[in-house]
C-alpha cells in the first residue's frame, strides 16, 4: 500500500534487529529480508499493521499525516474530523464531550461519529442479505479487502459491495457542509490511510490520521485534552453502529442473529486463524451467507493505539460508552436521520490485483533446501525461526527472493559451529607456526653465536689434546703424571666432541636425498645407538611403500638421537617401540618409550640447545637441537607428547617425525599399488 508517492509501512535499518517476528506475523508476507534486513514490500502490503504491534525495536514507521491535516487546518477550508467508534478504547480518561472540545481547539469546523455511517452500511448489509442468496465477505476491514484483492482474487466476485462507515460517513458530511469541506477520518486503523489513497474512494477523505497521530498533535499544539471544552457531536449521530469496533459488532447493528445450528453467519477474528478461515470458504463456502473478518482481533485492536490494553479491556470501554450514548440520543431524531440519509450511495467495486508468485518447482525446492543443509524431510524441523511455518515455505520464498537461506537459525547456528570449529583450527596453527618461528629465530642466533665460539676453541683444544696424548706417550713410571694428564687428554676428547656438536648444530648443511628403504633407517639407528641389553625393542610398520626420499645419514643421526634419549628415560629397563606409518604425501615416525617422562614445564625446552636434564656429563643437551634442525631442512616437523605422573597413566615419551616422501617415493607408491591392482585383477 502506498499514501501518495510513498510507502504506508516502511523499516527503520538502524532498529531492525534481524528477529524475523514481523515476517511470522505478516499474513500476506510483504517482508522481504534482503542484506540482514527486512524491508516492507508496499505493493504486496495490506495495511494490516501486525508488522508494527509485533516490532519490539519499533523499527516500522508509518506514513505520518500531521503534516498534511495541519496544512488543512491552516488552510482556508472548513475541515471535518470523522471519529472512529473505537475512540472509547483510546480515550478513556476523557467523556466524548471533552474530546470534541479539544478537536474543535486544534481547528477542525466540526466533529461527527463514524458510527452513524455504520448504522447506515450495517442497513445494507441487512438489505442485501435479505434480498438475495448470494454468499458474502464483510468488507469493513480494508486490509481484508486488499487481502482478498491480492491474495484470494478468486473471491473478489464474494466481497459485499458496500463501502465502509468511513466512506458512508464522509459521504453523509459531504452532502451536508457542501463540496468545500475536506474531511479527516481518526482511528486506529493504519490500512485506512490505503482505503482512502485507493482509486475507489480517491479525494472522498484528504488525510487520515492513527489516535497516536492524533494525540501528537494536540501535544505539539498545546492543548489540554483534559481541560478542554466540553462540546456535543456534530449530527447527525450515531446508534447501535458504536459497535462495529467489536467482533460480532456488525451483526448486531444489522440486526442479524449468528445460529450456531445453521452456520450461515460465521465471525473470524483470530489472528492468523481469519486468513485460513478466507481460504476455507474459497475452498467450501458450506452454508455461510456472510462471513465477517476483521484484521486486527477487531478495530479495538489495530496499531494505531497509543497503550497496550487487553481486547476484554477495550471491548468493555466501547460497550459503555455505547450505553451512555445511546441513553442521551433521541431514538426518534436518529430513526428520521436513517431514513433521511437512505439515499447516499453505498455501492462500491473491487479490482483483482493478484500478488501471488510463482511456486518452484520440486527439483528446485530440494536445491534451495539443500543449501540451507537439509539433506532430506528429517532435517526440516519446522521450528519457526525464520518466520515461516515449514522449512519449505522458506524454501518457497527463497525462490521468490523474499528471504535469505541464513534466516534459517540451525542452519547459521551450524554454519558458526563450522566456523568457530575452523577459527580454532587456525588459531591451533598459527599458534605452532609461531612456536616454530620463535624457534627458528632462537636456534638461529644461537647458531651464530656457536659458530663462532666452535671455530675460536676448535684450535686451542686440538694443540691440548696432542700435546697431552704426546706428554702421555714420554712419561714411563710415573703414575701419579699419567693420572693428571689423562684426565686432561679425556675432557679435551669431551670438549672436542662438544665443539663438533656445536659445528653439526650451526652449519646450514645440505640435504643430500636418495631413495632410502625407512626399514633400513631404523634398523641402521638402533644398531648405532648401542641400546642396553635390558631395552626391548619393538618395531611396527604400517604403510604400503616403505621408501622414501630423504638424507640416510642426517635420518639416522635423528632417529639415533631419539634412541639414545629413550634409552636414557629407561634407567631400570623397559621397551622401546618405533611405529612407522605413511600416506601418499609423507611418512611418521613415532618413538615411543616407557621411561619416566618429561616434565610438562620441560616440554617446550626440549629443542633447545644446551637443555638437558641428564647428570653433568652425561650429555650436551644438542641432540635434539640437531634433530629439530635435520627434520627441517626436510620440509618435516618434529612433536612430542609426555607424561611423567604417574597418577595420570603410563609414563613415557613418544616423539613423532613426519617428513614428506618426495616425489619419486610418490611415483614408486603409485606404480606399487598399479602393480598391486593389476596382480589381484
Not at 10 to 23: A, H, L, Q, W
Not at 188 to 214: D, H
Amino acid at each position: 500500500m502506498h499514501v501518495g508517492d510513498q510507502p504506508l509501512v516502511s523499516t527503520i535499518k538502524e532498529k531492525c534487529r534481524m528477529c524475523y517476528t514481523c515476517v511470522r506475523e505478516c499474513p500476506a508476507k510483504a517482508i522481504q529480508v534482503s542484506g540482514g534486513q527486512a524491508q516492507v514490500l508496499s505493493e504486496r502490503c495490506i495495511g494490516c499493521g501486525n508488522c508494527i504491534r509485533v516490532c519490539a525495536m519499533k523499527a516500522k514507521l508509518v506514513y505520518d499525516s500531521t503534516v498534511k491535516v495541519r496544512g488543512l487546518l491552516a488552510g482556508g477550508k472548513p475541515v471535518a474530523a470523522l471519529i472512529a467508534p473505537s475512540y472509547p478504547a483510546e480515550f478513556a480518561e476523557l467523556p466524548a464531550e471533552r474530546l470534541v472540545g479539544a478537536l474543535r481547539r486544534l481547528g477542525f469546523a466540526s466533529v461527527h461519529e463514524v458510527s452513524f455511517g455504520a448504522d447506515l452500511v450495517a442497513r445494507e448489509y441487512a438489505r442485501l442479505l435479505a434480498a438475495t442468496d448470494d454468499r458474502y465477505i464483510a468488507t469493513t476491514c480494508p486490509a481484508v479487502v486488499a487481502y482478498v484483492e491480492k491474495y484470494v482474487p478468486e473471491l473478489a466476485s464474494a466481497l459485499c459491495p458496500v463501502v465502509s462507515p468511513m466512506i458512508a460517513t464522509a459521504r453523509v458530511v459531504r452532502a451536508l457542509r457542501g463540496s468545500g469541506v475536506s474531511v479527516v477520518f481518526v482511528g486506529p486503523c493504519v490500512a485506512k490511510k490505503g482505503e482512502a489513497e485507493s482509486a475507489e474512494f480517491r479525494g472522498e477523505i484528504e488525510a487520515v490520521l492513527t489516535f497516536r497521530e492524533l494525540r501528537g498533535m494536540f501535544e505539539s499544539a498545546g492543548v489540554d485534552v483534559e481541560k478542554a471544552e466540553e462540546v456535543q457531536f456534530d449530527p447527525p449521530r450515531g446508534g447501535a453502529g458504536g459497535l462495529f469496533p467489536v467482533s460480532r459488532g456488525l451483526l448486531q447493528a444489522a440486526g442479524l442473529t449468528e445460529d450456531l445450528m445453521r452456520g450461515d453467519l460465521v465471525v473470524a477474528d483470530e489472528q492468523g486463524g481469519m486468513w485460513r478461515t478466507i481460504r476455507e470458504f474459497q475452498k467450501d463456502p458450506g452454508e455461510v451467507r456472510l462471513l465477517e473478518v476483521l484484521s486486527c482481533h477487531g478495530c479495538v485492536m489495530g496499531p494505531g493505539f497509543t497503550q497496550e490494553e487487553t481486547v476484554f479491556t477495550r471491548q468493555r470501554r466501547v460497550a459503555r460508552n455505547l450505553q451512555r450514548q445511546l441513553a442521551s440520543v433521541d431514538p426518534h431524531t436518529h430513526a428520521r436521520d436513517l431514513k433521511r440519509w437512505r439515499k447516499v450511495v453505498l455501492g462500491r467495486g473491487f479490482q483483482a490485483a493478484d500478488q501471488r508468485l510463482d511456486q518452484p518447482s520440486e527439483d528446485e525446492m530440494k536445491g534451495i533446501l539443500l543449501r540451507m543443509g537439509k539433506q532430506g524431510p528429517q532435517d526440516e524441523l519446522n521450528c519457526g525461526a525464520c518466520g515461516y511455518l515449514t522449512c519449505r515455505d522458506h524454501s518457497a520464498a527463497v525462490f521468490r527472493r523474499l528471504a535469505e537461506p541464513e534466516m534459517c537459525l540451525p542452519f547459521t547456528i551450524e554454519q558458526l559451529r563450522t566456523t568457530v570449529s575452523k577459527l580454532e583450527q587456525s588459531h591451533e596453527d598459527l599458534s605452532v607456526a609461531r612456536e616454530a618461528l620463535t624457534q627458528s629465530e632462537r636456534l638461529a642466533s644461537m647458531g651464530q653465536i656457536a659458530a663462532g665460539i666452535a671455530h675460536e676453541v676448535n684450535n686451542p683444544l686440538g694443540v691440548v689434546l696432542i700435546y697431552a696424548n704426546l706428554l702421555l706417550e714420554r712419561i714411563d713410571g710415573r703414575d701419579d703424571f699419567r693420572s693428571d694428564l689423562s684426565a686432561i687428554a679425556e675432557h679435551a676428547d669431551r670438549c672436542k666432541k662438544i665443539v663438533a656438536g656445536l659445528l653439526n648444530f650451526a652449519r646450514q648443511n645440505k640435504v643430500f636425498r636418495q631413495s632410502v628403504d625407512v626399514r633400513d633407517l631404523v634398523a641402521k639407528s638402533v644398531t648405532a645407538a648401542r641400546l642396553r641389553p635390558f631395552v626391548r625393542v619393538r618395531t611396527s610398520l604400517e604403510l604400503v611403500q616403505p621408501v622414501i626420499e630423504a638424507d640416510p645419514d642426517q635420518m639416522i643421526q635423528v632417529l639415533c638421537n631419539l634412541f639414545s634419549n629413550a634409552d636414557a628415560a629407561m634407567p631400570e629397563g623397559g621397551c622401546l617401540s618405533v611405529r612407522i606409518l605413511g600416506s601418499e604425501e609423507d611418512v611418521t615416525f613415532e618413538v615411543s618409550d616407557t621411561g619416566v617422562g618429561i616434565a610438562p614445564q620441560n616440554l617446550r625446552k626440549v629443542f633447545e640447545p644446551f637443555f638437558t636434564t641428564k647428570q653433568v656429563g652425561k650429555g650436551t643437551g644438542l641432540g635434539l637441537a640437531v634433530a629439530h634442525g635435520i627434520v627441517k631442512m626436510h620440509g618435516g616437523r618434529i612433536e612430542v607428547r609426555s607424561n611423567a605422573d604417574p597418577a595420570a597413566g603410563p609414563t613415557g615419551t613418544t616423539f613423532k617425525v613426519t617428513v614428506p616422501r618426495g616425489e619419486d617415493s610418490g611415483e614408486a607408491l603409485a606404480l606399487e599399488r598399479g602393480e598391486e591392482a593389476g596382480r589381484l585383477a
